[in-house]
């Protein structure tokens, strides 16, 4: 969500707002009739009733915010919203601009809260490591001692805008170690391993809102003009794990200078980019940075660009390109795909804050770009946007999501706020497509009240959604023409012990015969292969499954080397030879 709208100016950024329009769909908007056999479109209005409408999806569960976490007598309520999940064994974490809140998974069917925290400041982001949980903290309201009763002297030594740091070794008890002040507070947060030093981790913040005057905290320049301006840069916090009281900034990397004259307003200036297109914000901030430490890449969203950082020395992150869209309003969050070939970027048209998928609404605006990245250069491919018109009464736009490890494909699970969940499919970077989705009706039928999907994030067999007015949601995926059961239980294969927003690692696949299958299955569904050969793999796979040893190895051998040899004729022979990969996976483990 951008804090431009609710930190600075929230009723004069809400009018100016809804003059714009946005996008409807990926490559056109759907014809009328098309609209209407939607099932998302019409539906009934209601907080904990409202109408629903799911395909190829189960609501496998749902649990309302707790108390102290929400205002009964005014549900959109921005200071007790919902915001950004964390995950770590059983546990998940739920950031609301009050606190956060522990949710035991073990059962994703029976969810049970755990523990809570109040903790007012906004925007509450979460990321754990180890017994640590880091919180974001940009609002006015927010003190260093947690406090509820806000601040009142603009000077205050008792306001906190910054990342706090808790230690939760107590889960039951959790207890502030750190508490590092920033100059724009941090709207949302990147936690960063360090590859080649485990006894630290950094933090990349995001402040979006305005400078914090020098009064308040000493360094902070808010002219743009000056060169010690906190505009055009991030922080870099350096976080020692056995001692996380001495957590603290340590660079203030310039990502966005000029290459050439080295000035720190060097991308993005704002406005439009001429007839028909976004007026763009300028690039002065990020909001999220996504990274991916095993390529050595983070890809930032940073409000007026898409930028490609090298981050193999995580303190001191360079920029080594930049894209710019005419389409976008404000560049949002990034999710790379797993092989590192494509990043597909969201567009958070009217901060979250308005109706930004209405029929009328123009293709390519508050969507996703999709680009592709080859020798550290990006490419525009595609948009993709929800298929189905919501009404002015339900805030929607792209916002955050995360892979499904499906074999071989490249699929995403993505909150649209009051748009709902969608599972988009962007293998093909210039023609996503959706495969599944849930939607709820508005949350008023009379006014527009903040709700909706914040985050849907995949772990370990399941997507939660952080639903900023109702609670936590639990799905399963459900077989359909899109997606097999063997590609739904390789999927499930992938265990990870922690998961958090803007971090990527490496998705890899035990060798298992159902990954083998979920290959079989993408190769009949698009006809990489003929029918017979199909056949004839699955068979052979099936046969290889029942036997053991050596035999089970040669017959695997055998068969991997008949799959390389019908590559030559494919239509799909990368997907043919990741078939035969997985093949030889199995005759390797083979016992």
């Not at 969500?1 to 600075?8: C, D, K, L």
């Not at 707790?66 to 995950?87: C, K, Q, W």
């Not at 002040?181 to 995001?206: A, E, F, I, M």
Request: hydrophobic content about 40%; overall charge neutral; aromatic content about 8%.
């Amino acid at each position: 969500m951008n804090s431009e709208s609710i930190v600075r100016r929230p009723a004069a950024s809400l009018g100016r707002l809804a003059l714009f329009a946005a996008g409807l769909a990926a490559a056109a908007a759907p014809a009328a009739a098309q609209q209407q056999a939607d099932p998302r479109v019409g539906l009934r209005a209601g907080l904990h009733d409202a109408g629903t409408a799911i395909r190829h999806l189960e609501l496998v569960s749902t649990r309302p915010r707790p108390e102290g976490l929400f205002d009964p007598a005014d549900v959109g309520n921005f200071g007790f919203m919902n915001s950004d999940l964390a995950f770590r064994g059983n546990y998940l974490f739920q950031g609301n601009f009050s606190g956060w809140q522990v949710w035991d998974i073990s059962n994703p069917a029976a969810p049970t809260l755990r523990s809570k925290l109040v903790c007012p400041g906004g925007q509450g982001d979460v990321s754990v490591h180890g017994n640590l949980l880091f919180m974001s903290v940009e609002m006015p309201n927010g003190r260093v001692d947690c406090g509820g009763q806000g601040v009142e002297a603009p000077a205050s030594p008792e306001r906190f805008r910054g990342v706090r740091i808790f230690d939760i070794s107590n889960i039951d008890a959790p207890r502030q170690v750190a508490a590092v002040q920033t100059c724009r507070g941090s709207h949302t947060h990147t936690l960063v391993p360090d590859l080649k030093n485990n006894t630290h981790v950094y933090v990349y913040v995001s402040g979006t809102s305005g400078v914090r005057s020098p009064d308040e905290l000493a360094g902070c320049v808010g002219a743009p003009e000056d060169p010690n301006t906190a505009l055009f840069r991030i922080e870099v916090i350096r976080v020692p794990l056995a001692a996380p009281q001495e957590a603290r900034i340590v660079s203030t990397p310039r990502v966005f200078a000029d290459r050439q004259t080295g000035a720190a307003a060097g991308l993005w200036r704002g406005g439009n980019h001429g007839e028909g297109t976004q007026n763009t914000a300028q690039t002065n901030m990020c909001h999220d940075l996504t990274v991916y430490p095993e390529l050595g890449l983070a890809a930032g969203a940073c409000s007026g660009n898409g930028i490609l950082l090298d981050i193999r020395d995580p303190a001191n992150p360079v920029r080594i390109d930049e894209v710019i869209d005419p389409n976008f309003a404000y560049w949002h969050s990034a999710t790379f795909n797993n092989a590192g070939t494509s990043i597909l970027f969201t567009d958070e048209w009217g901060g979250g804050t308005a109706p930004r998928c209405r029929a009328t609404d123009k293709a390519e605006w508050g969507a996703n770009a999709i680009f592709t990245l080859s020798n550290r250069k990006l490419t525009h491919a595609g948009y993709f946007k929800i298929p189905a018109a919501q009404t002015l009464q339900e805030n929607c736009v792209a916002h955050n999501g995360s892979l499904i490890p499906v074999p071989g494909r490249d699929i995403m699970a993505q909150a649209w706020y009051q748009g709902g969940l969608s599972v988009v499919d962007f293998t093909d970077p210039a023609k996503p497509v959706e495969i599944a989705f849930f939607d709820r009706g508005p949350v008023d039928a009379g006014a527009m009240k903040m709700g909706g999907q914040w985050g849907t994030y995949w772990y370990n067999g399941h997507i939660y959604g952080s639903e900023i007015a109702r609670g936590l949601d639990v799905f399963a995926l459900k077989p359909s023409e899109h997606l097999s059961q063997n590609e739904i239980d390789a999927a499930k294969l992938v265990r990870t012990d922690v998961a958090n927003p803007q971090v990527q690692t490496k998705i890899v696949w035990p060798a298992a015969f159902v990954v083998a299958h979920a290959y079989v299955d993408q190769l009949e569904r698009g006809q990489g292969l003929p029918a017979g050969r199909i056949t004839a793999a699955r068979n052979e796979l099936r046969r290889a499954e029942r036997l053991s040893g050596a035999q089970r190895r040669t017959a695997l051998t055998q068969l991997a080397t008949a799959i390389d040899h019908s590559a030559q004729s494919s239509r799909d022979a990368a997907r043919v030879r990741m078939l035969a990969g997985a093949v030889r996976d199995l005759a390797g483990a083979a016992r």
